[in-house]
């Protein structure tokens, strides 16, 4: 019966840290599915994301407000804001010159960005951790006396956000006319501009889509860890391009499946065998993945097109 | 045709710039400079204009003084102006246009190329026995990097492959040598060349499954693969000595003379052995030497197999894969070949610097050298040889030049990264081949 409990408490830490790699995630899978490259600065506006939380948490506690509501919603406003903003910005000026060339000019061009957002962070805030304290402390306990499953609140709220988001994500790319000329972008890009579709608004709607969602998983990840510094979002960064590879790049739900299942897998190396490897399995994953199904779990397979 | 059609294939044809993504539409400027301007100001003052702070316990934030928000003002009115201006500037940068810049002046042919590549290795040569001992260390350093680029260049400038966990293979060929030398008691010739193999087979058994994706996905498997090996020796302690690293790896020797004052059991110290005074100068000249020939030895291997099959593969497969694969190539026997090749020149560069450094730990092969290298690379014209030569230098140079230019490097390093790519992606020094092209018109 321990041994039960204390599997599901670690799926539960796991679907906790998954469903936010999800959230990131989104932002790779779409920006792949329309222009067919990897934004690697997805992580370091995720890391933006984090730091906008934490200055406005920090700025309205000395302002002496603490109901932990408001502030989150202050603090989500402005995250998504800042971050789409960084969003916005990183796709004009680094990959929008890029996008007519070949594919390796525009990787670079995307990994000197993220090097630099890194660096500007480190610079502007210093590269030390910044902590706040847990604004929505506490959780409930279930289980036996000897091992009690512990969720807490903070726990569920991230699934609510998370599944809210998702809800909204999804409504909005199947129903709204923004989203089905999202959809005609990834199918042909070309032939959605013959129709009069604004492919380069939709492209920096993309980016900021992404950029919201990533400011989201910042603020949900700085609250449950309580920590942050420049450096958080390479290995962000990079979970949450294997959970998008993960699911099937480019595939919306198999970004939030392959999330999850990330977030399971780790917690399990975590809790099983030992922490230090658990970066180790969501590269080994990955590369497993692309050697065995490089589409993903609901990808499609990739016809290479003359 | 209709002659009309004629025209406008023939005009967009000769002007390829005129294909690259449309410009913004300028009907409303004021419009779009007063959203340019706001949207530098949230970018500067969300991170610029405020400071994070822990103050014992908790965390409070600090608004920047007047003079950090008077420049984010100022360059948020920059960018206004820039912005309403910006239709007039293009029109006349259009209008003034020339065909080409700059280039590399011509004086590397036939007799004369020779004579300047003899000119210059003979200055090398004599240059660490006129200078002083921290200039030859830092001339050593260069070195080192200036072969991991060259190695890096293989992969990236010439066959196209962005490898993004270089750093990895030049663990691997550090802790080769600090490894059979503290369990095995190998010397450093004799740890060399099993270095070079030993990257040479990661590098091959890496690239045997992952170089049949698409580049892209390439690069962040390498990505992975640099930090799984990161993470490995971080973490297995009985083997590597984990963080704690690899200590008193001893320097390369001269036919088994050794270069300290006092030489271990069974060996003789050059010194004594030439009857002279113990100067330990010596020993940073013959390291400075020793990169010199390991790296004119990668110049010349690299440069020959250019001007094999397999090199004109690789930069084939670089330009068209498709057409690569209609003429018969494999595409991964040749993308494999310089990958491993590629990675066996890293094996040779950490084996090098597990001797010079004499100590090693997983701190010295983070992503950041991953990163400085390719910048390297790409600084230098993906592809060309001198070009990757100048940059390493420049690269190592410059922060020993101004310290204060080191806070800043890897911002600069991203910067850079970006604007070459943007505007000059052929790099500053761009491989120049005798071609021929089609007139599209």
């Not at chain 1, 809790?271 to 969501?282: F, M, N, P, Q």
């Not at chain 2, 990236?156 to 750093?167: E, I, K, N, P």
Request: glycine letters at 10%; aromatic letters at 10%.
């Amino acid at each position: 019966m321990e041994d039960i409990l204390y599997f599901l408490q670690q799926v539960i830490n796991g679907l906790t840290i998954g469903s936010t790699y999800a959230l990131i995630a989104i932002g790779y899978t779409m920006v792949y599915g329309i222009i067919g490259m990897i934004n690697f600065a997805h992580g370091e506006i995720y890391m933006i994301g984090t730091y906008a939380t934490f200055i406005v948490i920090a700025a309205l506690g000395m302002l002496g407000i603490a109901n932990p509501f408001f502030l989150m919603a202050a603090a989500l406003l402005v995250a998504v804001l800042v971050s789409c903003a960084y969003g916005f910005a990183v796709e004009r000026v680094a990959y929008r010159p890029v996008r007519g060339s070949k594919r390796l000019i525009a990787l670079i061009s995307a990994i000197g960005m993220s090097i630099f957002l890194q660096n500007y962070m480190r610079l502007a805030q210093g590269s030390r951790d910044m902590a706040i304290s847990s604004l929505i402390p506490g959780g409930w306990e279930f289980g036996l006396e000897s091992f009690a499953v512990n969720l807490s609140y903070m726990q569920v709220i991230i699934f609510s956000v998370t599944l809210v988001c998702m809800l909204l994500l999804s409504s909005f790319i199947s129903r709204s006319r923004l989203g089905r000329a999202c959809r005609a972008c990834s199918q042909d890009a070309g032939m959605a501009r013959l129709l009069g579709i604004n492919t380069d608004m939709i492209i920096s709607m993309t980016f900021v889509i992404g950029a919201a969602l990533a400011a989201v998983a910042g603020l949900l990840l700085g609250m449950y860890y309580g920590v942050v510094n420049p450096y958080i979002g390479f290995l962000a960064g990079l979970k949450a391009f294997t959970a998008a590879v993960l699911g099937g790049i480019g595939s919306i739900p198999g970004a939030m499946l392959g999330g999850l299942l990330l977030g399971v897998a780790e917690a399990l190396t975590g809790g099983y065998l030992s922490t230090e490897y658990k970066d180790v399995v969501a590269f080994g994953l990955l590369i497993l993945i692309l050697l065995f199904r490089p589409s993903g779990i609901l990808g499609k397979p990739e016809v290479e097109k003359i | 045709m209709p002659k009309l059609a004629k025209q406008t294939l023939k005009k967009a044809g000769t002007s390829p710039a005129e294909t690259i993504p449309p410009q913004p539409s300028y009907r409303r400027p004021w419009w779009s400079a007063l959203a340019a301007a706001v949207l530098t100001l949230v970018l500067g003052g969300s991170v610029l204009g405020v400071q994070l702070e822990s103050t014992g316990i908790t965390t409070t934030v600090r608004l920047m003084g007047m003079d950090t928000w008077g420049w984010l003002l100022a360059a948020a009115l920059a960018v206004f102006l820039h912005q309403l201006v910006r239709p007039q500037i293009e029109e006349w940068r259009a209008r003034t246009r020339k065909p080409s810049r700059f280039s590399v002046p011509d004086v590397m042919s036939g007799q004369k190329r020779q004579l300047w590549i003899m000119l210059a290795i003979g200055a090398l040569l004599i240059f660490p026995f006129l200078s002083n001992r921290s200039a030859v260390d830092l001339a050593t350093l260069t070195l080192i990097y200036i072969m991991l680029g060259l190695g890096l260049n293989v992969v990236v400038g010439l066959a196209g492959l962005l490898d993004l966990g270089y750093v990895g293979f030049y663990a691997v060929g550090a802790y080769t040598y600090a490894l059979l030398n503290s369990y095995l008691g190998f010397s450093f010739w004799e740890a060399l060349p099993i270095a070079g193999l030993m990257t040479a087979l990661f590098g091959y058994l890496l690239g045997f499954p992952v170089l049949r994706l698409r580049g892209d996905y390439l690069a962040i498997v390498t990505l992975g693969f640099g930090e799984i090996i990161r993470i490995l020796l971080n973490n297995w302690t009985e083997l590597t000595g984990g963080p704690n690293g690899i200590a008193r790896i001893p320097k390369p020797t001269l036919f088994n003379l050794e270069f300290s004052r006092r030489a271990d059991e069974g060996n003789i110290a050059f010194h004594e052995f030439f009857g002279i005074d113990y100067d330990p100068a010596l020993k940073v000249i013959y390291l400075y030497l020793l990169a010199l020939i390991l790296v004119l030895i990668t110049l010349f291997v690299i440069y020959r197999l250019l001007r094999m099959p397999i090199g004109r593969a690789w930069e084939a497969l670089r330009e068209d894969d498709i057409a690569c694969r209609s003429l018969g190539m494999n595409p991964t026997g040749i993308k494999l070949s310089a990958f491993t090749i590629g990675a066996s020149f890293a094996g040779f560069a950490g084996a090098f610097f597990a001797a010079r450094q004499g100590f090693i730990s997983p701190e010295s092969f983070t992503f950041i050298e991953s990163a400085i290298i390719l910048a390297i690379v790409v600084l230098g014209g993906m592809g060309s040889q001198l070009g990757v030569i100048l940059a390493a230098i420049a690269m190592t140079l410059l922060p020993e030049l101004a310290r204060e230019f080191n806070e800043y490097r890897m911002l600069l390093f991203g910067l850079m990264m970006v604007l070459m790519m943007v505007w000059r992606p052929q790099g500053l020094v761009p491989l120049k081949r005798p071609q021929m092209e089609l007139d599209r018109g």
